[in-house]
Nanobody
Framework: QVQLVESGGGLVQAGGSLRLACAAS????????MGWYRQVPGKQRELVAV???????NYADFVKGRFTISRDNARNMVYLQMNSLKSEDTAVYYC??????WGQGTQVTVSS
C-alpha cells in the first residue's frame, strides 16, 4: 500500500533552516506529482509547494524565495528545504502524493 513517511521537523529559531524529507513507497513515484502542505490548529490545510513528475515547481506566495521543493526519483524521496523561517511557519507539515495520499505529518516549530 502507499506509504509516505515525513521526517526532519523540529524546533528552530526564527531565521534558521530545516530540511523536511518524505520517503514514498507503494506507487510509481516518478510518474506522480508530490507536494508539501501545512496545517495549524483551527485552520485548513494549505498548499506550501508542489513538484510535478517532470520537476516543475510551484510555491505558495508566503514561501517564495525561502522554501525549495525537490525530488529524487532514484530514492523515491521528496524534500522541502526551508530557509529564513518565521514564527508563522509553525505548523504540521504533510507530504502528499498524486493529489490523493497523505503522510502522517511532521511538526515544525519556529521560535521568535
Amino acid at each position: 500500500q502507499v506509504q509516505l513517511v515525513e521526517s526532519g521537523g523540529g524546533l528552530v529559531q526564527a531565521g534558521g533552516s530545516l530540511r523536511l524529507a518524505c520517503a514514498a513507497s507503494g506507487f510509481i513515484f516518478r510518474s506522480n506529482a508530490m507536494g508539501w502542505y501545512r496545517q495549524v490548529p483551527g485552520k485548513q490545510r494549505e498548499l506550501v509547494a508542489v513538484i510535478s513528475s517532470g520537476g516543475i515547481t510551484n510555491y505558495a506566495d508566503f514561501v517564495k524565495g525561502r522554501f525549495t521543493i525537490s525530488r529524487d526519483n532514484a530514492r523515491n524521496m521528496v524534500y522541502l528545504q526551508m530557509n529564513s523561517l518565521k514564527s508563522e511557519d509553525t505548523a504540521v507539515y504533510y507530504c502528499r502524493a498524486a493529489n490523493i495520499y497523505w503522510g502522517q505529518g511532521t511538526q515544525v516549530t519556529v521560535s521568535s
